[in-house]
């Protein structure tokens, strides 16, 4: 009986050390054994479940963090497993439980690959997690500055607050012209006006 006990607390430690949490029943077996297979970077054993007839498990989730199998790679910095599962159909405005999307994540760890992908893929570029960082305010806060420009150029606003009521712009004077931040902002700024972008404006795309 001990036996038994100590056999499945062995597992259940081992599937939590391997960062995915264990099938709460059987239906969740498939989406639990594709996760892994994209942790493991078996593509082959991907695939097999991706090619399975009407399957949305591209976009299947972790039952614990609610992340999907694009948070994964997009952690690892994978431009390939990047690509491969956003041209299989994965939504990349899922948010894990905390609200974070692929999308902060590459923005938080300066993958400009991952935020340009993703950004072509519809995602949404003025999302926000649960303390209301945007990935802009993300990016600021790395002094990122490839990343800011790429996400300025692609319209992120400015002016979008946090959960403390500061924007990416009021982070960006705290650091103070020697970081160089502010002065990015102004220069991008200045061409979007020039352009007669739009600024700061989000809507249901937003």
Known sequence: MYGGVIRK??????????GLSA???????????????VKERDGAEA???????????????DLASGETALHYVVQRRDELWTNFLLERGANPNLADKRGITPLTI?????FVEGVERLVKAGGRIDTT????ETPLIAAVHRRDMAVIRLLLKHGA?????????????????LMGPSAGVIQEIERAESERKSKGADQGTYGPGA
């Open 106 to 110: 590459a923005a938080s760890l300066g």
């Open 9 to 18: 607390a062995g597992l259940a430690l081992a599937l939590v050390a391997s």
């Open 129 to 132: 997690n649960a303390a209301g």
């Open 23 to 37: 099938p709460a029943t059987a239906q969740y077996s498939d989406a639990y054994n594709f996760l892994k297979a």
């Open 157 to 173: 606003s400015l002016d979008r607050a946090d959960n403390s009521g500061r924007t990416a712009r009021d982070y960006a004077a």
């Open 47 to 61: 695939t097999k479940f991706l090619n399975e007839p009407g399957s949305t498990i591209v976009n299947a989730r």
